[in-house]
């Protein structure tokens, strides 16, 4: 095995690296550290903290954003077909007939279920 066809491998984690990591360095190094009480105080939206922190959250919280990202993504998967759909012809057509018909029986799962209700 000839490592020299590694080289280019190498030099592009090695670049990559220090572009990510080189700015925060300088940063740190040139950038002003003038802490005072208001800098440093915890604050929500412009408001001073209330409550607690470490709070639990509503379990429909994580399944609304689970949903979100799940149709996010099938959605996002519908260009990629749409681009080829010339290509694909008639079959391609009716498969991501399918597929969109999949997705809106589930979305119509979910929200008669009332997945999507947030109260």
Known sequence: MNLEQYLPVILFVVIGMTVGVMPQII???????????????????GFEAFGDARMKFDVRYYLIAILFILFDLETALLFPWAVTLKELGLYGFFVGLEFVTLLTIGFVYMWLKGALDWE
């Open 27 to 45: 940063g740190y190094i040139l950038g002003p550290n003038r802490p005072y009480g208001a800098k440093n105080s915890p604050y929500e939206c």
